[in-house]
Nanobody
């Protein structure tokens, strides 16, 4: 069994900062790309940021310059530092990771249960 567990969500005022963490645990051989997605009320889930094993990153245009994704491969953990938060950043943030599965000979996506980020005064 593999689990992804997010933490760090909460209520923050506009202009504030939060740091999300997501740790993978269980039967893990290797983790490839990791990332963060979010889903606001009434909207579809969207990509926020991704990071490869080697540290290459990609961001949604709406968060470039404000959010930073990073990972600690030794801890099987990915982080999302969110600065200059705006009300439109309010959403449930989900962690995603591609884990290699020997029995299938390929990497499969796994998801956390999400953590709520609310940006409001």
């Amino acid at each position: 069994q593999v689990q992804l567990v997010e933490s760090g969500g909460g209520l923050v005022q506009p202009g504030g900062s939060l740091r999300l963490s997501c740790s993978a645990s269980g039967s893990i051989f290797s983790i490839n790309a990791m990332g963060w997605y979010r889903q606001a009320p009434g909207k579809e889930r969207e990509l926020v940021a991704t990071i490869t094993t080697g540290g290459n990153t990609d961001y949604a245009d709406s968060v470039k310059g404000r959010f930073t994704i990073s990972r600690d491969n030794a801890k099987n953990t990915v982080y999302l530092q969110m600065n200059s938060l705006k009300p439109e950043d309010t959403a449930v943030y989900y962690c995603n990771a591609y884990l290699y599965r020997h029995e299938y000979g390929t990497s499969l996506p796994y998801w956390g249960k999400g953590t709520l980020v609310t940006v409001s005064s």
